[in-house]
């Protein structure tokens, strides 16, 4: 099953305008987590946000996460044509000793 | 290793047959995930090892899917007479163990089934 769903499915923006994405997840959490998959196969890991955290940054990347409405969002800012990937959620659960759950993903492409 | 290493990167097999495949973590990680992503899709989780627990084997989607972690190191995942849903690529991730630890992905195994 999927604990996370992305939103918007798709973006398309310019290079130079910021990209933000939203995450949704269902159980109460120890952390979240975005990664990046290039048109390839792994994963990158971006950024992580405890539940107890309510921003965080890192670079051109701006994570919050609301517990209370249980959703989170991830901004790239001035975004590049090298930011064009898919963009994932993922969180384990509050319950423990539990794996994680990615969501289905953005698909961001920033265009020159 | 500098990484998590996969195995082998792309396999291309007859419907029916069995296949292997195999994942390398990253040394001292305990915990050792797989996923399964069909094109353009999210991450289907399969499978989760941490330490000497119970492996969590939850998203294992039929009883010809099984895996198994040797010695608290590399995992092979094993599918039975494969059918042509099969196919995908599978990913396997490391970590240093469950909560506040980010995971490291291999690059994944392209599995097509013919």
């Known amino acids: 099953s999927q604990q996370g769903e992305e939103d918007p499915q798709a973006l398309s923006i310019q290079e130079g305008e910021n990209a933000t994405m939203n995450c949704s997840y269902k159980?109460?959490?120890?952390?979240l987590q975005w990664y990046r998959q290039n048109s390839g196969r792994g994963l990158v890991h971006l950024i992580l946000i405890r539940s107890n955290e309510r921003e965080k940054h890192s670079g051109r990347l701006r994570v919050t996460l609301d517990t209370s409405k249980k959703s989170s969002s991830l901004l790239i800012t001035a975004s590049r044509a090298a930011d064009t990937a898919s963009y994932f959620c993922?969180?384990?659960?509050?319950?423990?000793?539990?794996?994680?759950?990615f969501g289905k993903g953005t698909r961001l492409s920033v265009i020159a | 290793g500098a990484g998590v290493s996969q195995s082998p990167s792309n396999k291309v097999t007859e419907k029916g047959k069995d296949v292997e495949l195999r994942c390398d973590p990253i040394s001292g990680h305990t915990a050792l995930y797989w996923y399964r992503q069909s094109l353009g899709q999210g991450l289907e989780f399969l499978i989760y090892f941490q330490g000497n627990s119970a492996p969590d084997k939850s998203g294992l989607p039929s009883d010809r899917f099984s895996a198994e972690r040797t010695g608290g190191s590399v995992s092979t995942l094993t599918i039975q007479r494969t059918q042509q849903e099969d196919s995908a690529v599978y990913l396997c991730a490391s970590s240093l163990g469950q909560g506040f630890t980010e995971a490291f992905f291999g690059q994944g195994t392209r599995l097509t089934v013919v």
């Open positions: 159980t109460s959490i120890n952390n």
């Open positions: 993922a969180t384990d659960s509050l319950s423990g000793n539990t794996p994680l759950v």
